[in-house]
Each structure stands twice: as C-alpha cells, then as structure tokens.
C-alpha cells in the first residue's frame, strides 16, 4: 500500500519567519505528482503546490516552495516570510493505487503563526 | 466564476434517516470524488467517479451511495448502515488524465443527533 506521513503534529512559527514542515511517502511508481493542501479555518482545501517527479528543479509558488528527494521519498514545504493568514492544516498528498486518480493525504500538520 | 458547490453547509439527521449531500461542478472535469475527514485525521476516500455513469468504492465506502448521472453533479448519500455519519464531507473534482490535482469543494458538516 502507497502511504505518505506528515510526522510533525503540530508546528508553530513567528510572522516573517521560515518554517518547514515535513512529508514522506513510499511509492514503487517512476513517474508521479506530489501535493501541499491548505487548510485553513474555513475549512476550504486550498491546492498550495505541485511538483511533477520527474522534474529535478523544485517547485516554487511565491512564498511557498519544496524540497523534493526523489531517493529518499521527501517531500517538505517550505513557507518563507510567515504571515499570519498561512496559519491552516497542511496536507501533503500523492496519487495512490494503480490508477492515477485518487490521492492519499497525510494527517496534516496544524502550522500557527504567530505574532 | 467556475468551481465547485456543496450544499447544504450544515446538516443536521436524526439517527436512522438516510441523507444526501450535494455536490456540482462547472469545470468541465470529468472526475470527482468524496471525502470524508474525522479530527485528527486526513481526509479519507468515499467514493470517486472517473465519468460518468460509473464511479468506484474508496477507502470507507460502506454506508455511503452515490450516483453520476450527470457529468457535473455526483450526490452523496449518507444511509442509516453508516455507523457513525458525523463528520466533515468534502467533495472534489479533477481533470483527469494526466493532471492529478484535486479542486475542492467548501464542505458540508454532517450531525447527527
């Protein structure tokens, strides 16, 4: 069974600092997307990124970028200049099984900035 | 504006009555998908549809129907043989294909009493 694990409950960072959260997966599939979700209080699931595995270059949106180590099976985020609105649970999620529809998420890591 | 609707936001059932969550899109994707997320927990798979006029069992299918008539709605529906139906209900859509990222709906909240 594909898996991903967010092993950071919980994390906190002060506004305009950098903080990164952490993700790993196992897959036997080559070619495959990884992605970070927000969530915040509202609960809407915000799609924050998306890195193809087969990209060497790591993604980059504004703030928020990755860390991808395709040997290790690592996919952290990093949010550089916290502010006060990144304060969600962030899910990291891969497509799992054999067809490439569905994703599995991780627990989540509840991020608070503070001020 | 496209995007991706539930409704309604909360909803309330007594114990024993089946119950169905809209779910409409107007992205033009062609699949969709249930989830359900619990505290403490990630979101875990329901059902998803790859088009219409078919969808596949997820993760915790049991207690739980749907329907893909159409290729923009996918109704979930809550039966009284789910054991324990309060939860948070989010509804997804994706292109398909190649493209695996999911867009999701804003959620329905699920009591009951």
């Known amino acids: 069974a594909q898996t991903v694990t967010q092993s950071q409950p919980e994390m906190s960072v002060q506004e305009a600092e950098t903080v990164t959260l952490s993700c790993t997966y196992d897959?036997?599939?080559?070619?495959?997307?990884l992605f970070w979700y927000k969530q915040p209080p509202s609960r809407q699931m915000i799609l924050v990124i998306r890195q193809e595995a087969y990209k060497q270059q790591n993604a980059t949106e504004n703030r928020f970028s990755v860390n991808f180590q395709k040997a290790a099976k690592s996919f952290s985020l990093k949010i550089s200049d916290s502010q006060l609105g990144d304060t969600a649970m962030y899910f990291c999620?891969?497509?799992?099984?054999?067809?490439?529809?569905?994703?599995?998420f991780g627990k989540g890591t509840l991020l608070t900035v503070n001020p | 504006d496209g995007g991706i609707t539930q409704s309604p936001k909360y909803l309330f059932r007594k114990e024993g009555q089946n119950v169905t969550l809209s779910c409409e899109q107007n992205?033009?994707?062609?699949?969709m998908y249930w989830y359900r997320q619990d505290p403490g927990q990630g979101l875990r798979l329901i059902y998803y549809s790859q088009i219409v006029n078919d969808f596949q069992k997820g993760d915790i299918a049991e207690g739980y129907s749907v329907s893909r008539e159409k290729k923009e709605s996918f109704p979930l529906t809550v039966t009284s043989a789910q054991k324990n139906p309060t939860a948070f209900y989010l509804c997804?859509?994706?292109?398909?294909?190649?493209?695996?990222?999911?867009?999701f709906g804003p959620g329905t909240r699920l009591t009951v009493l």
């Open positions: 999620a891969f497509p799992s099984g054999g067809s490439n529809y569905k994703l599995t």
């Open positions: 992205l033009n994707h062609d699949a």
């Open positions: 997804a859509s994706s292109i398909g294909l190649e493209r695996h990222e999911q867009f």
């Open positions: 897959t036997s599939e080559n070619n495959y997307y």
